[in-house]
């Protein structure tokens, strides 16, 4: 699976961006995609996920009520629509592709069980 992020930038805080990113290579239907992010001196932490055959979606904390991921099945993306956005949500934003997990696996989602990873995209909240 090759991925292509974009939509990145620079925006004040409590303003909006959305990420897209576009999946080739392989047919989805039994991968959930991930949007990661990874601030600058720390761990890439999991943002939201979407399970690409049902839509189920999963969110970090910090994110639930201001981000939304959907994705598109004739075009092959995913989105990360973020609202509100605060500067301690600056990081470089990966997008990522790994198998279908149960509901219960986002309490603690790991960057390991995530096989296929697109080149990220920066995004800066000033304050």
């Known amino acids: 699976v090759q991925l292509q992020a974009s939509g990145g930038g620079l925006v004040q805080s409590g303003g909006s961006l959305r990420l897209s990113c576009a999946a080739s290579?392989?047919?989805?239907?039994?991968?959930?995609m991930a949007w990661f992010r990874q601030a600058p001196g720390k761990e890439r932490e999991f943002v939201a996920a979407?399970?690409?055959?049902?839509?189920?979606?999963y969110y970090t904390d910090s994110v639930k009520g201001r981000f939304a991921i959907s994705r598109d099945r004739a075009k092959n993306t995913v989105a990360l629509q973020m609202n509100i956005l605060k500067p301690e949500d600056t990081a470089v934003y990966y997008c990522?592709?790994?198998?279908?997990?149960?509901?219960?696996?986002?309490?603690?989602?790991?960057?390991?069980?995530?096989?296929?990873w697109g080149q990220g995209t920066l995004v800066t909240v000033s304050s």
């Open positions: 290579g392989r047919t989805l239907n039994y991968y959930d």
């Open positions: 990522a592709v790994g198998t279908s997990k149960i509901q219960s696996y986002y309490a603690n989602p790991k960057r390991d069980d995530y096989s296929y």
């Open positions: 979407i399970r690409w055959s049902q839509g189920s979606t």
